[in-house]
T-cell receptor, first 116, second 114 residues
Framework: DTGVSQNPRHKITKRGQNVTFRCDPI?????LYWYRQTLGQGPEFLTY????????KSRLLSDRFSAERPKGSFSTLEIQRTEQGDSAMYLC??????????????FGDGTRLSIL | DQQVKQNSPSLSVQEGRISILNCDYT??????FLWYKKYPAEGPTFLIS?????DKNEDGRFTVFLNKSAKHLSLHIVPSQPGDSAVYFC?????????????FGAGTQVVVTP
């Protein structure tokens, strides 16, 4: 399977703990995106990378959230000091794109985070 | 601010008939639009897209129509099949964001009945 891969699929943790999710994009894709989805809503943009550069972060993203893509391949999203409101599905997507063209983003199956 | 809106949370259609899903947007900078389908416990799957230089794009049973003056797009599925039962999301992006950020509607739940 050469699609977008996310691990773990589910994460249950206690409030105040740190969590880290991993995303492996489609191999030839240079862009990687993180979204968050809550029940009854569409995915909400968090941040994206082009190669290893983080090009945009949502202003809704608190300082407790950090994302990296150190070698321009896989990415990690870390949430520090988790809160109840962080419970959501975290989706990763990738695409082959540049500032001069657009291509569809392809999504993984997400990591479902539950905060106890 | 919700810049992409899907005002119908659900749609029920008989197998073999046409499904029409609607989407409205407010940001005139959007110029690339996509539809995704989502099954429970899976990520969104890309269905079809359209650039603002076109007003129609077709791919098999799926056709997307874009009305720029009304800031409205629609997805037609003909004929509808039971496997089409899913949540459908409309999304849009703008060149000012280097098309990096997709803004999604809240989704429409489609149920195809036999």
């Amino acid at each position: 399977d050469t699609g977008v891969s996310q691990n773990p699929r589910h994460k249950i943790t206690k409030r105040g703990q740190n969590v880290t999710f991993r995303c492996d994009p489609i191999s030839e894709h240079n862009r990687l995106y993180w979204y968050r989805q809550t029940l009854g809503q569409g995915p909400e943009f968090l941040t994206y990378f082009q190669n290893e550069a983080q090009l945009e972060k949502s202003r809704l993203l608190s300082d407790r959230f950090s994302a990296e893509r150190p070698k321009g391949s896989f990415s990690t999203l870390e949430i520090q000091r988790t809160e109840q409101g962080d419970s959501a599905m975290y989706l990763c997507a990738s695409s082959l794109a540049s500032q001069y063209s657009n291509q569809p983003q392809h999504f993984g199956d997400g990591t479902r985070l539950s905060i106890l | 601010d919700q810049q992409v809106k899907q005002n119908s949370p659900s749609l029920s259609v008989q197998e073999g008939r046409i499904s029409i899903l609607n989407c409205d947007y407010t940001n005139s900078m959007f110029d690339y639009f996509l539809w995704y389908k989502k099954y429970p416990a899976e990520g969104p799957t890309f269905l079809i897209s359209i650039s603002s230089i076109k007003d129609k794009n077709e791919d098999g049973r799926f056709t997307v129509f874009l009305n720029k003056s009304a800031k409205h797009l629609s997805l037609h599925i003909v004929p509808s099949q039971p496997g089409d039962s899913a949540v459908y999301f409309c999304a849009a992006s703008a060149p000012s964001d280097s098309w990096g950020k997709l803004q999604f509607g809240a989704g429409t739940q489609v149920v195809v009945t036999p």
